[in-house]
């Protein structure tokens, strides 16, 4: 019994080094966004760790927000990101639990398809999708956004499966009690895949929120630049003409949703994972 515990505390010692080691970058990267830049142009290590900001300022993200277009951009990242986060629930939870549980002509041939989508490079497509939108003169806009990321089949894939894994009696259950189809689903199938969804929603709003190859190639105007490629745009010689420091601010504004969503939802990507979760 004390060998297991020694154990399991040298693991945890272990784990929390490769963390700390994990974290340094991020760490040093909040503390140089917090300093002045007339000072980080001398040195990037002022104190002894190099993490600690002093003396700090909160000049770097002021002029970042002040900066051009940098708040539209962070706007249009937002919009995006949520917009194809709510889209993308609700349409791959309604073909999840079509696939599962509705039994429709075609629906083994029309499943494998959709999972085909899976070992589909997106760079393949790109020059079609272009096309298209630009046929549809949607370039420049939400809809070409959010549009062509919609069709997820790894969402399709988590909801199919977790939807599977729920006990058919429950449905039985409630069409003893007359519920029909559509109300089985929101208000019975839905709540149950509640970690499923969470998961699948995290995952879509850190793809959408990280995405820079569809919005550099569909985004042709500044004021409809995402906050990745607005930022990438101004990388050439921002950090010698407006300092390391905002370079920094404009990394820690970049992530801090990401991190803040991820931190708040942790445990919900665990159990949706698991995908038994309706057993």
């Known amino acids: 019994m004390v060998g297991n515990k020694r154990l399991y505390w040298l693991m945890i010692a272990g784990l929390s080094i490769f963390a700390f080691l994990w974290l340094v970058p991020i760490l040093w990267m909040f503390s140089m966004s917090l300093q002045p830049n007339n000072l980080l142009a001398r040195t990037t290590s002022n104190t002894a760790l190099g993490l600690i900001p002093i003396p700090f300022t909160f000049e770097n993200f002021v002029r970042l927000?002040?900066?051009?277009?940098?708040?539209?951009?962070?706007?249009?990242?937002?919009?995006?990101?949520?917009?194809?986060?709510l889209l993308v629930l609700i349409l791959s939870s309604l073909a999840g639990y079509a696939f599962a549980r509705i039994p429709f002509k075609g629906r083994k041939i029309i499943y494998p398809l959709v999972l085909a989508g899976l070992v589909i490079p997106e760079q393949a497509v790109f020059i079609p999708l272009y096309t298209m939108f630009a046929d549809w003169n949607l370039h420049s806009s939400y809809s070409a956004l959010i549009a062509p990321r919609l069709a997820v089949p790894i969402g399709v894939f988590l909801m199919t499966q977790f939807f599977r894994g729920i006990p058919v009696y429950i449905e039985e259950a409630a069409e003893l009690d007359g519920a029909n189809r559509w109300t089985?689903?929101?208000?019975?199938?839905?709540?149950?895949?509640?970690?499923?969804?969470?998961?699948?929603?995290?995952?879509?709003?850190?793809?959408?929120?990280?995405?820079?190859?569809?919005?550099l190639v569909s985004a042709q105007s500044k004021e409809m630049f995402t906050i990745t490629v607005g930022l990438a745009s101004i990388q050439s010689n921002f950090a010698q003409s407006e300092g390391l420091g905002r370079v920094m601010a404009s990394g820690v504004i970049a992530s801090l949703p990401v991190v803040i969503i991820f931190l708040i939802f942790q445990r919900y990507i665990v159990r949706g994972i698991a995908l038994g979760g309706g057993k």
């Open 65 to 85: 927000f002040t900066l051009g277009l940098t708040p539209r951009w962070f706007l249009n990242s937002m919009v995006v990101a949520i917009g194809m986060t």
């Open 184 to 215: 089985i689903f929101t208000r019975i199938m839905l709540p149950l895949s509640l970690p499923a969804m969470t998961t699948l929603g995290i995952l879509t709003f850190l793809y959408a929120w990280n995405d820079y190859l569809w919005p």
